[in-house]
Structure formats: structure tokens, C-alpha cells
Antibody
Framework: QVQLQESGPGLVKPSETLSLICSVS????????WSWIRQPPGKGLEWIGH???????NYNPSLKSRVTISVDRPKNQFSLKLSSVTAADTAVYYC????????????WGQGTTVTVSS | EIVLTQSPGTLSLSPGERATLSCRAS???????LIWYQQKPGQAPRLLIY???TRATGIPDRFSGSGSGTDFTLTISGLEPEDFAVYYC????????FGGGTKVEIK
């Protein structure tokens, strides 16, 4: 069965770019929608954006100017870049796969904590 | 942006009791786009219900979803010890959003 694993720096300095990778194992990255979601400490979930199987993206309007999601098919992974980070971007970041032909995130990574601090 | 308001914020119940969680949208949401998740401390969310009422794979039938338009409900017919957690609704329209969550705690 498919598994997702987030990776990337746990500490990012303010104003720099946060970069995370989600590695997909046990299945192909093709033919699915892939999402990023985050959760600040002690708070609720925030959808960041997704990329579909054609490479089209959809981003949270509140983050759109700073977010880029892309897919690397040969490596079977997708990535998140969030620029100009501040302390407000400190969160657990999750990658997830959407249900085929429907809506809802059925497979999730375990999450990775990113702290923005100098 | 569609705002989802979940109530109550916290629900204190005993095992075996029925839990009724509400998710109200600031504007009408297609039932196809309404989703429920369960999250336990230190874990990723788990998909429970999609399409407002369809249980995800492996979800016990004590979980049920209903509703339409702006009012949706997640019902847990008899709480098991493993059901005490935080529950989130999500709408997956053009700009997906999550509700603030309802914590179901042991009374």
C-alpha cells in the first residue's frame, strides 16, 4: 500500500524559503492529486494547496503568492516551497493523497515539524 | 472563502454514548465536497467520511455523516475508547478549507 514520507529542514530562518519533499512509496505518483496541509502548534488544519496529475496547481489564496508545489515523476516525489517565511509559518507540515474520482485526503504522511526562527 | 464553523468546540461524553458533531458552512457546499477527519494527538488526520455520507475504507459503521447545503453532521452512534479525538470537517471546493475542529473527550 502507498506510503508518504515528508522530509526537509526542521529549522528555517525568517525571510528564507521553506522546502519540503514528500516521497511516495508503494505506488506511482501518476494519476492522483497530491496535497500539502499544515497545522500550527495547538491549532487546526490549514490546506496549503495541491497538484493534479496534469501538473496543474491550486493554492490557498492566503498563501498563493509564496507557495509553489511541483512533482518530480522520475523520483516519485512532490515538493513544497514556501518563500519569505515568518514565525507564523511554524507548523507540522503534512503531505497527502486525494481519493481518486472524489474528494477527501485518504493517505497522509506522518508530518514533519518546521520551526521558523533565527 | 467558505468558512466552516464546527460546534461544539468540546464534547464531553462517556463511552457508549452517542456523539453528534455539527459543521456549518458560510455558504452552500456541494455534498460531494464535504469531508470528515479524525485526529489523535501526535498523529496525522484520518479520513472518516467523504461525500458527506460515504465511509472511507475500514471505517466502522458507528460513524455516519449526513447533511446538505450549509449544515452537516457527523454522528458516532456509540463511542468506543479509541473514538476520543479531535474531528475536523473540510470542504473541498475551489478553495478548500477546514473547520476549527471538535474535541470529543471522555467525561
Amino acid at each position: 500500500q502507498v506510503q508518504l514520507q515528508e522530509s526537509g529542514p526542521g529549522l528555517v530562518k525568517p525571510s528564507e524559503t521553506l522546502s519540503l519533499i514528500c516521497s511516495v512509496s508503494g505506488g506511482s505518483i501518476s494519476s492522483y492529486y497530491w496535497s500539502w496541509i499544515r497545522q500550527p502548534p495547538g491549532k487546526g488544519l490549514e490546506w496549503i494547496g495541491h497538484i493534479d496529475n496534469s501538473g496543474s496547481t491550486n493554492y490557498n489564496p492566503s498563501l498563493k503568492s509564496r507557495v509553489t508545489i511541483s512533482v518530480d515523476r522520475p523520483k516519485n516525489q512532490f515538493s513544497l516551497k514556501l518563500s519569505s517565511v515568518t514565525a507564523a509559518d511554524t507548523a507540522v507540515y503534512y503531505c497527502a493523497r486525494r481519493i481518486p474520482f472524489s474528494y477527501g485526503l485518504e493517505v497522509w504522511g506522518q508530518g514533519t515539524t518546521v520551526t521558523v526562527s533565527s | 472563502e467558505i468558512v466552516l464553523t464546527q460546534s461544539p468546540g468540546t464534547l464531553s461524553l462517556s463511552p457508549g454514548e452517542r456523539a453528534t458533531l455539527s459543521c456549518r458552512a458560510s455558504q452552500s457546499v456541494s455534498s460531494s465536497y464535504l469531508i470528515w477527519y479524525q485526529q489523535k494527538p501526535g498523529q496525522a488526520p484520518r479520513l472518516l467520511i467523504y461525500g458527506a455520507s460515504t465511509r472511507a475504507t475500514g471505517i466502522p459503521d458507528r460513524f455516519s455523516g449526513s447533511g446538505s447545503g450549509t449544515d452537516f453532521t457527523l454522528t458516532i452512534s456509540g463511542l468506543e475508547p479509541e473514538d476520543f479525538a479531535v474531528y475536523y470537517c473540510q470542504q473541498y471546493g475551489i478553495s478548500p478549507t477546514f473547520g476549527g475542529g471538535t474535541k470529543v473527550e471522555i467525561k
